[in-house]
C-alpha cells in the first residue's frame, strides 16, 4: 500500500510557542507533499504544496512566514506553526503524491493552542 | 475557477438501504476525480479515481460513476461500518497536482 504518516498526531501548545509537525511518505518517494487544514465539519482547506528541494508554494491568504514548510527529502516534508495563537487550532492533514494520479493522506495532527 | 459542490450535506440510511451520493464538479478540463472516504479525527482514505465519462470502478458494497458533469458514489445494502464523511476532489488539467475538494457528504447507516 501507500502510507502516510504524521507526528505527532495530536499536540498542545501555549500561545506565542511554535510547533512542528512532519509528514513522512514510508513506502515510496513524494516529490510533491500538500498540507491542508480542516476546521469542524469543514472540507479540507490546502494550505501549500510542498516540492522536494524547492520552496513551497502557498495559497492565497495562507502566511508563509507563519506556516514554514521544509521538503528536506522525497519522504519527509514538515510544517511549523510558528507564533501559534488560539486562532491556528486546528486538524492539519498532509498528503504526498505517488503519481500525479495518486495522493495519499496522513492521518492528521489535531493542533490546540491555548 | 473549478468546483466542487457534494449533495447532499448528510445522509441517514437504514442498514440494507441502497443510496446514491452526488458530486457536481466545474472544472477547466478533467484530469481526474476522486473519492475518498473520512472517519472523525483521521486523514481521507483513498477510494477511486476516475478519469473519463462512462468510467464506473467498484470496490464492495461502493461504486462510483462518472458523467462530464457529475460523478455519483452509488452504496448498495450498506452497513454501520460504512458511516463516514464522503469526499469528492477534482484535478484539474491544466497547473499542479492540487486537488479541489468538495465538502463532504457525511453519510449515517443506522443498524
Known amino acids: 500500500g501507500a502510507v502516510v504518516s504524521q507526528h505527532p498526531s495530536w499536540v498542545i501548545c501555549k500561545s506565542g510557542t511554535s510547533v512542528k509537525i512532519e509528514c513522512r511518505s514510508l513506502d515510496f518517494q513524494a516529490t510533491t507533499m500538500f498540507w491542508y487544514r480542516q476546521f469542524p465539519k469543514q472540507s479540507l482547506m490546502l494550505m501549500a504544496t510542498?516540492?522536494?528541494?524547492?520552496?513551497?508554494?502557498?495559497e492565497q491568504g495562507v502566511e508563509k512566514d507563519k506556516f514554514l514548510i521544509n521538503h528536506a527529502s522525497l519522504t519527509l516534508s514538515t510544517l511549523t506553526v510558528t507564533s501559534a495563537h488560539p486562532e491556528d487550532s486546528s486538524f492539519y492533514i498532509c498528503?504526498?503524491?505517488?503519481?500525479?494520479?495518486?495522493?495519499?493522506f496522513g492521518p492528521g495532527t489535531r493542533l490546540t493552542v491555548l | 475557477e473549478d468546483q466542487v459542490t457534494q449533495s447532499p450535506e448528510a445522509l441517514r440510511l437504514q442498514e440494507g438501504e441502497s443510496s446514491s451520493l452526488n458530486c457536481s464538479y466545474t472544472?477547466?478540463?478533467?484530469?481526474?476525480l476522486f473519492w475518498y472516504r473520512q472517519d472523525p479525527g483521521k486523514g481521507p482514505e483513498f477510494l477511486f479515481t476516475?478519469?473519463?465519462a462512462g468510467e464506473e470502478k467498484e470496490k464492495e458494497r461502493l461504486k462510483a460513476t462518472l458523467t462530464k458533469k457529475e460523478s455519483f458514489l452509488h452504496i448498495t445494502a450498506p452497513k454501520p461500518e460504512d458511516s463516514a464523511t464522503y469526499l469528492c476532489a477534482v484535478h484539474a488539467v491544466r497547473g499542479s497536482e492540487k486537488l479541489v475538494f468538495g465538502k463532504g457528504t457525511k453519510l449515517t447507516v443506522n443498524p
Open positions: 472544472v477547466s478540463g478533467l484530469r481526474g
Open positions: 510542498s516540492n522536494e528541494g524547492s520552496k513551497a508554494t502557498y
Open positions: 476516475l478519469y473519463s
Open positions: 498528503s504526498a503524491s505517488r503519481s500525479r494520479d495518486e495522493q495519499f
